[in-house]
């Protein structure tokens, strides 16, 4: 099975925690039974090359050389344009992800038990750890950090390249809404796979890092002005899309 699978990392060598989160998370996929191909797009991050090697997966790095709008430190959009200059119909899935969760070793047999040919996938509720990787009490995190893309139709794939590009997104927030629209832009079945799938999420170094909340409420702000945007274009529900989660309940 042919995997291509979209992340982002933070610098290494800043944060001894936030280090050992992401190196758990590499060191999950490698244990993974599949043909991996990880795209990465380096923006000012330090350090990421020479922490992600592997001889089982490929490794596939991009750096970013232009200035992001916004004043923005990185851009999920950016990362998916990479990315899909690697797709072809040789790959059985493609996944987006952050690099703060863990991945269980069942995850290939369970995304590979759908038999449709053109669905999209989630897991929901993701659960927070602790230190020692034990799921503390009511954890839930109410974000989406995971998606799997599974399209084997040349022509959804082609589509799916245009929707990358009318989507821009910078920063923090709202990437996870538009690849909930996904579904219904392509016209797919939409998924939660999280039965007997245990995923666990690390909270992030946010001091080390110097990530300021209303920084960050700024950026949703400006993302979600590209999401409705997107959405118009697309003649996509516009309520139930800017609510990923409810999107998924509903399902």
């Known amino acids: ?29 490698n244990k993974l039974n599949s043909d991996i191909t990880l795209s990465v797009t380096i923006f000012d991050e330090k350090n990421v090359k020479k922490n992600i090697s592997s001889n089982k997966i490929k490794t596939v790095f991009f750096k970013n050389k232009n200035k ?3 004043n923005s430190k990185y851009s999920q959009s950016i990362c998916m344009q990479n990315a899909v200059k690697l797709l072809d119909n040789t790959f059985n899935f493609v996944i987006w992800s952050t690099a703060d969760i863990t991945i269980p070793k069942n995850f290939v ?21 602790d230190s020692k990787n034990n799921i503390a009490s009511f954890s ?10 599974k399209i084997n139709s040349k022509k959804k794939i082609l589509k799916f390249k245009k929707l990358i590009n009318q989507c821009p997104n910078y920063g923090w927030g709202c990437y996870e ?14 998924i939660n796979i999280c039965k007997n799938l245990i995923i666990k999420k690390y909270t992030n170094d946010r001091k080390a890092f110097n990530e ?37 309940i509903l399902t």
Not at 2 to 9: A, E, G, M, N
Not at 179 to 185: M, R, V
Not at 220 to 248: D, E, P, S, T, V
């Open 1 to 29: 099975m042919k995997i291509l699978w979209i992340t982002t990392f933070r610098s290494f060598g800043i944060s001894k925690k936030n280090d050992a989160v992401q190196k758990k998370f590499f060191k999950d996929l």
């Open 68 to 70: 992001l709008p916004h």
């Open 109 to 129: 047999n369970k995304i590979n038990s759908f038999k449709e040919n053109n669905i999209l996938m989630t897991a929901f509720p993701i659960y927070f750890a």
């Open 140 to 149: 839930s995190n109410w974000g989406l950090d995971l998606f799997i893309l």
């Open 177 to 190: 809404h538009f690849f909930s629209s996904i579904s219904d832009a392509l016209d797919i079945k939409y």
């Open 212 to 248: 300021i909340r209303e920084n960050e409420i700024k950026s949703w702000r400006i993302n979600q002005n590209y999401l409705i945007k997107f959405l118009k274009k697309n003649k996509l529900n516009k309520l139930i899309m800017l609510n990923g989660i409810l999107k998924i």
